[in-house]
């Protein structure tokens, strides 16, 4: 597709943090509710390892109401130290 290889997954935060020390990434899709470990664990360690060379992170989640928007704005904001 498009000169592209086949786009890796993980089944779990875990696995997409360990994914992401292995290999640099320029783009991650990140889904906040995910077993074993959840988006928010696994941004932190991604954001703090020097082995992921700091890829943008793209973060999801099926929670649609306005809270949950705002509550995920404000604690990924926090987690990489940006507001707005």
């Known amino acids: 597709m498009l000169g592209y290889k086949d786009i890796p ?3 779990n ?3 997409g943090f360990e994914m992401a020390e292995k290999t640099h990434y320029d783009v991650i899709l990140m889904d906040i509710q ?5 988006g928010y664990t696994s ?7 020097p082995l992921t060379g ?3 992170v793209v973060a999801l989640t099926a929670n ?3 809270v949950s928007q705002a509550q995920v704005h404000g604690d990924l ?3 990489v130290g940006h507001s707005g």
């Open 77 to 79: 904001a926090d987690q």
């Open 54 to 56: 700091q890829p943008c």
């Open 64 to 66: 649609a109401d306005m």
């Open 13 to 15: 935060g875990l696995e």
């Open 9 to 11: 997954s993980a089944s």
């Open 34 to 38: 995910m077993p074993v470990m959840d």
């Open 43 to 49: 941004l932190e360690r991604i954001m703090s390892s």
